[in-house]
């Protein structure tokens, strides 16, 4: 019975971990939110995940963007960088990005970007398209389905606030 209960609760954690992220379906509109909604990302954030450490950080917004910049290394050698936009798009809010290789090399074409579009804004937890961030005090947690094409993954990364 113990075994029983032990599955259980692994299949309900790894379960629970995917039901974090949502994705919207083929032509399903992105949802209703205003940029200014998301202030509470605005910080200096330090955590890990990927297998490495990461860091982040999110200015205040302007003219209905708010921009960030994300860096990820592993064993002291910066992997790749990111350049966010959250922008205010008509009733809804999406976020743009690119990522960049140590060399500035960009992943995606030079008129592309990755895109996230709203599912749901909440208090302090946002659900985009594929993706998943939520702030519990000082904390910021996202689940990011991650494709290799066939599989699809939840990664998770933990960040914490960090003073200037």
């Not at 002291?76 to 960088?81: D, Q, R, T, Y």
């Amino acid at each position: 019975m113990k075994i029983f209960f032990s599955f259980l609760l692994c299949l309900s954690i790894n379960h629970f971990s995917f039901a974090q992220v949502r994705s919207l379906a083929e032509g399903e509109n992105p949802g209703k939110g205003a940029l200014e909604n998301l202030d509470w990302l605005v910080g200096y954030w330090l955590g890990t995940g990927f297998g490495g450490e990461c860091e982040e950080v999110w200015m205040p917004a302007v003219d209905g963007h708010m921009i960030g910049t994300f860096r990820f290394w592993e064993n002291g050698k910066l992997v790749f960088s990111e350049f966010m936009n959250l922008v205010q798009d008509g009733e809804s809010v999406t976020m743009k990005l690119k990522h960049f290789s140590p060399d500035l090399e960009g992943w995606e074409e030079k008129e592309e970007w990755t895109v996230f579009k709203l599912i749901e804004l909440g208090d302090e937890k946002v659900w985009f398209d594929g993706m998943t961030i939520e702030r519990k005090g000082e904390q910021l947690i996202y689940h990011l389905n991650v494709s290799d094409g066939a599989d699809t993954k939840t990664e998770i990364l933990n960040f914490s606030k960090k003073a200037h």
